[in-house]
């Protein structure tokens, strides 16, 4: 009785739900501003909630994170620039979409399932918390390692012409988030003396300048032609489309809790494994992916959404945070008088059903918003692109000043943008440059910690990876998948169609 009172909190004090849904609404609107990141929010509300009670302060911050994650994908859509890193890939098949005129189809089909993801990821959490947490606690350096790599070798997946090509994008971003003091011995690497590459390289400023600048740029090119009129008679998708769907979304949900319960990873790997793995199942899409495809927009909107109450689970049972939103949370409750871990379930059950019933409440906020507001925000795509392209740029510097307030960071976003914008001229895809910077940390910080764990010795490392079940499977997951993307292999594998009987 107790813990259904807990839950019902939200619900039953209006102050409560007042605040979650300014949040929600708050939040899917600074999600959708580029730089303007969920984490910033919400680490500025600390010093606004400071004096306030737990539970109205954890109301807001819950509000802005669960409309925050959601919110990036309406300008990836729209604009083809990632509100949030975890947006990028539905930028592949979303923007697509928006050129031929389905920008509200695509943002009804997202609000939806982000959804669904949203509500798989909270039933995990209030009902498989202690499982997935020691699950997720069985994760060695090693582990992270192999799934760094395993995220990597994604570029296979994200890019739609050549392998090589994908492979090389990867790697360049990989080089690029290496840039910077080594946080284990800060020594410098790749600075080349020059005391601004010191601080290392914003990944915003990356992703804003290879997707908004850059596409700024290239609309040069049709500064002429006449923008596409947006079809809004139908913004909610049908059930017979949420029904075909669904399958998908629930393994891609899947996905979002497990790699969102992975302290240190978050959304923006789920939605991209959850990109890969729509790819590889879905035999026969309504478009190809990268041009439209309605799985592309599905997968890594639950998947990101879904890594939301997955990003809870160490939080709330073993006091790790999840991912860096959870991180600050975890400030807000010790500021308050609480102890997040094991014993918090113990000692204060009704914060934990809190949480869980104002996640659900937020959820539902984000629907009622996501699905307002569409008709006007559509209106941008309609816009001449003499005035579309200037917002576009204006929109991209003051994102890329807003993360540290530095000019900086605007010069490496407009530098990235000319770089992006010739990447794309010559074919090379700018996914897998965003996914190497994003990726690079947690591949070298893991891979010299595992060396370290094991005393630098590489015959106990190799001996590691086949002593421990979870290694091994990572590491054979990351032999497939590469082997699958050989040339030898797509070769080998036509040969065996043409050949099986029909």
């Avoid at 004096?51 to 300008?75: F, H, K």
């Avoid at 000019?407 to 001229?425: A, E, T």
């Avoid at 700018?430 to 005393?455: F, H, K, M, T, Y």
Wanted: glycine content about 12%.
């Amino acid at each position: 009785m107790e813990t259904l009172l807990a839950f019902l909190t939200v619900f039953s004090h209006p102050q409560l739900l007042l605040l979650v849904g300014l949040g929600t609404f708050a939040g899917v609107y600074v999600g959708a501003i580029p730089g303007l990141s969920v984490t910033m929010a919400v680490s500025i509300l600390i010093s606004f909630t400071f004096s306030w009670d737990v539970y109205p302060a954890i109301s807001l911050m819950i509000g802005i994170y669960m409309g925050g994650v959601y919110g990036g994908s309406r300008t990836a859509i729209l604009l083809n620039i990632p509100g949030a890193p975890s947006a990028i890939a539905t930028a592949m098949d979303g923007y697509p979409m928006a050129k031929r005129g389905e920008a509200g189809t695509a943002i009804g089909v997202t609000t939806v399932m982000s959804f669904i993801g949203g509500f798989i990821g909270i039933g995990v959490l209030a009902l498989a918390a202690p499982f997935v947490s020691d699950f997720a606690l069985k994760f060695q350096p090693r582990d992270y390692m192999l799934l760094a790599v395993l995220g990597i070798l994604l570029v296979g997946s994200l890019s739609t012409g050549s392998l090589v090509k994908g492979i090389f994008a990867g790697a360049l971003g990989i080089a690029i988030g290496a840039v910077g003091r080594d946080a284990l011995t800060f020594t410098e690497r790749f600075t080349f003396d020059l005391q601004i590459m010191e601080g290392g390289i914003s990944f915003i400023a990356v992703m804003i300048g290879m997707f908004g600048v850059s596409e700024a740029l290239m609309q040069l090119h049709h500064v002429d032609k006449t923008a596409v009129r947006q079809k809004i008679s139908r913004i909610i998708p049908s059930m017979s489309t949420v029904r075909k769907h669904l399958p998908l979304s629930m393994q891609t949900s899947t996905i979002g809790v497990i790699i969102g319960a992975l302290p240190g990873t978050g959304g923006d790997i789920a939605a991209l494994m959850a990109y890969d793995h729509a790819k590889r199942v879905t035999k026969n899409p309504d478009r190809p992916f990268g041009e439209g495809a309605m799985e592309g927009l599905v997968a890594p909107e639950t998947a990101n959404n879904s890594a939301v109450g997955g990003a809870f689970i160490p939080m709330m049972t073993l006091g790790i945070p999840g991912d860096a939103v959870t991180a600050i949370m975890i400030g807000a409750l010790f500021i308050h008088g609480l102890n997040p871990g094991p014993m918090l379930m113990v000692d204060n059950p009704d914060m934990f059903w809190f949480i869980v019933g104002a996640l659900v409440t937020a959820n539902c906020f984000m629907l009622f918003f996501g699905l307002t507001g569409i008709k006007l925000f559509t209106k941008i795509v309609e816009m001449p692109r003499s005035v579309l392209i200037p917002m576009i740029m204006l929109l991209s510097i003051v994102g890329a000043y807003a993360v540290n307030n530095s000019i900086s960071d605007v010069y490496w976003m407009l530098g990235f943008g000319v770089f992006g914008y010739f990447m794309r001229h010559y074919g090379y895809p700018l996914g897998p440059v965003i996914l190497g910077v994003i990726l690079s940390r947690l591949l070298d910080d893991n891979w010299r910690r595992a060396i370290i764990s094991e005393r630098e010795d590489m015959g106990r490392f190799f001996e590691g990876l086949f002593s421990s079940p979870l290694s091994t499977v990572l590491l054979i997951a990351v032999v497939l998948i590469f082997v699958s993307q050989t040339p030898l292999w797509t070769r080998a594998k036509s040969i065996l169609l043409r050949r099986s009987p029909r």
